[in-house]
């Protein structure tokens, strides 16, 4: 049967390179007038559409306050200095602007282990890190997937400690039915291009605090008052009003949105879960993941090819993968210093797991080619290991 990978000599399964990710934005005639009248009017920040897109996000979450930045970043800066974070336990195996934005805001980050199966902070392992230096819980919903809530919110409220999710990917994610959004003192979402909530940039701190809120959207304005006589330093973390306008488009698709995605993981799961050594983000019964990605493991000894294998036989096919998050933070050259334990799930994930292409207008046809090319890859795995790595065959003869 002729049906070999792309990188033993085959034609690669698609011929234009597959993207990772696509944002869906609205279509152009349907923000047209809006760009018009924001373009003319020069009303091109502090507008009705912040406004606007604000209070649709807090009845979307289920906040008293939703406050819109310019990133998932600045969020985290100013949800962290407003709270005055200086120390806080979060998870090794999450994006490097968890722990970047913590170091900004003068924090301190202790890295935490997470479960390998939900890829999510360990509860207990979090527990056991609080020391009386320790402010506040971070915890990520990684890849769309909810994090434990309940259990952290009742150690945060054991220990009277703040409790912080980073939810860049959480728009789009239930938690026991409900969006995410209204659990902790704040969640700190990304409006960013691979999300399902696209602004361009941008970012959303939901909180029920209204004393945070006020902070935050001060802070978003260098600390000014109004006056120009700041009381603390902040920075500038506006939204512009174009963004803002694409935004709010985007949140009336965000429910299809998740919804195709979650239909997405149920093919790939469907035509994957038949090969030997390939393990699937866990999320728990009751709660919906965003799948802002989706993220397999690979068993190099059962697979027959480790995850860089995969992704350079995936490469050749024209398929582009993420390898979220090799290194781990904690391995970063920034923040070794920081990294006191051993997180052996965190570097398992970051050495074994790979982001598959996924977005929210996905059809059926691309899943089942890009799952036709993993079978692919999988049933020639020792001819693609041999031509990877010729070494191996020298060492073998
Ligand atoms: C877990 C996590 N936190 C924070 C961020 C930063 O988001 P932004 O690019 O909106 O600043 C990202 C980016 O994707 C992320 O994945």
Request: aromatic content about 8%.
């Amino acid at each position: 049967m002729n049906d070999r990978p792309a990188l033993l000599g085959s034609s690669p399964i698609f011929e234009e390179r597959l993207q990772f990710a696509k944002p869906d934005l609205p279509a152009f005639i349907d923000i047209a007038d809006e760009v018009r009248t924001i373009v003319e009017r020069g009303a091109v920040t502090k507008g009705k559409h912040l406004e606007l897109l604000e209070e649709a996000l807090a009845t979307h979450l289920g906040v008293k306050h939703a406050v819109a930045v310019s990133s998932c970043t600045t969020g985290l800066m100013l949800t962290y200095q407003a709270l005055n974070i200086k120390e806080a336990v979060l998870p090794g195996f999450t994006f490097m602007a968890t722990a970047s934005s913590l170091v900004w805001a003068g924090g301190r980050p202790v890295f935490v282990d997470v479960d390998s199966e939900t890829m999510n902070l360990d509860v207990d392992l979090a527990e056991r890190a609080i020391t009386s230096r320790t402010d506040a819980i971070v915890a990520t919903h990684n890849f769309g997937n909810p994090a434990d809530v309940s259990e952290l919110q009742a150690m945060a409220e054991r220990h009277g400690l703040r409790l912080i999710f980073d939810a860049a990917h959480g728009m789009g994610s239930q938690f026991k039915g409900k969006p995410v959004g209204c659990e902790g003192d704040a969640q700190v979402f990304s409006l960013s291009a691979t999300k399902l909530l696209i602004a361009g940039e941008g970012g959303v701190v939901a909180t029920n605090d209204d004393e945070l809120a006020k902070k935050i959207r001060k802070g978003r304005e260098y600390g000014n008052n109004g006056d120009y006589d700041s009381d603390f330093a902040g920075i500038n973390a506006r939204l512009p009003e174009l963004s803002a306008l694409i935004a709010r488009h985007s949140l009336n698709k965000l429910e299809t949105a998740a919804r195709r995605r979650n239909e997405l993981k149920g093919i790939y799961n469907e035509h994957l879960s038949a090969l030997p050594g390939l393990g699937f983000q866990r999320v728990r019964a009751g709660n919906r993941s965003s799948y802002t990605y989706f993220a397999i493991t690979i068993d190099p000894a059962k697979f027959g090819l480790s995850r860089d294998g995969l992704a350079a036989a995936l490469d050749a096919e024209n398929i582009e993968t993420r390898r979220y998050y090799d290194p781990p933070v904690h391995r970063h050259r920034a923040y070794r210093d920081y990294a006191t334990a051993n997180l052996p799930n965190s570097d398992f994930l970051a050495a074994h797991s790979l982001s598959l292409p996924i977005w929210s207008q996905m059809s059926t046809e691309v899943v089942s080619r890009i799952c036709h090319a993993i079978e692919r890859a999988q049933r020639y795995s020792q001819e693609l290991k041999l031509a990877l790595n010729p070494s191996t065959s020298m060492a073998h003869a």
